[in-house]
T-cell receptor, first 115, second 113 residues
Framework: DGGITQSPKYLFRKEGQNVTLSCEQN?????MYWYRQDPGQGLRLIYY???????QKGDIAEGYSVSREKKESFPLTVTSAQKNPTAFYLC??????????????FGSGTQLSVL | EDQVTQSPEALRLQEGESSSLNCSYT??????LFWYRQDPGKGPEFLFT???AGEEKEKERLKATLTKKESFLHITAPKPEDSATYLC??????????????FGTGTLLAVQP
């Protein structure tokens, strides 16, 4: 089945530690995204990538980093500079950006908590 | 400032009791609007895309409509399995290479048997 796989489902971060969230898609989509979801808030865009080896900051990129070395993969690193990392992280993909009708397909999410 | 507001924040219905969820927005250059369903601890699942005022789309017990300033998600004779959080997301022309999309905070729907 085609889809987006996020791992792990749950992740715990210690103080001062960097952690990496995995996102893999087999939909052959060009665009990939990372969102953060907090209780009572809408999904907020962290980073997005329109093509391999290229990515742009979203609305809340500080304390996060990404890479896009392969079309299928878009890992997110939560660095120690992110002081409030506890949240539900969602990876998404679309065929491409720039067209209103291109819906996003989401993974099942990773819940990150601070120890 | 571009904004999206969903109301009510939470809604409790009896099975079979129809109602509507609202998504209002203040964006310029609307290109379309998405509706998603999200179950607890899972990613959002796509429901509908609406492109222009007056457009309607249906799927089982759900019907989505769009005007220039808001969208409604009508739920007819809901069942307990319709319980979820419903998210809307207008898409508009940000003037750059990509369109901008912003998600509302959602309406938490609980349908009791």
């Amino acid at each position: 089945d085609g889809g987006i796989t996020q791992s792990p489902k749950y992740l715990f971060r210690k103080e001062g530690q960097n952690v990496t969230l995995s996102c893999e898609q087999n939909l052959n989509h060009d665009a990939m995204y990372w969102y953060r979801q907090d209780p009572g808030q809408g999904l907020r865009l962290i980073y997005y990538s329109q093509i391999v080896n290229d990515f742009q900051k979203g609305d809340i990129a500080e304390g996060y980093s990404v890479s896009r070395e392969k079309k299928e993969s878009f890992p997110l690193t939560v660095t120690s500079a992110q002081k409030n990392p506890t949240a539900f992280y969602l990876c998404a993909s679309s065929r491409y950006t720039g067209t209103a009708g291109e819906k996003l397909f989401f993974g099942s999410g990773t819940q990150l908590s601070v120890l | 400032e571009d904004q999206v507001t969903q109301s009510p924040e939470a809604l409790r219905l009896q099975e079979g009791e129809s109602s509507s969820l609202n998504c209002s927005y203040t964006v310029s250059g609307l290109r379309g609007l998405f509706w998603y369903r999200q179950d607890p601890g899972k990613g959002p699942e796509f429901l509908f895309t609406l492109y222009s005022a007056g457009e309607e789309k249906e799927k089982e017990r759900l019907k989505a409509t769009l005007t220039k300033k808001e969208s409604f998600l009508h739920i007819t004779a809901p069942k307990p399995e319709d319980s979820a959080t419903y998210l809307c997301a207008p898409v508009w022309d940000s003037g750059g290479a990509t369109n901008k999309l912003i998600f509302g905070t959602g309406t938490l729907l609980a349908v009791q048997p």
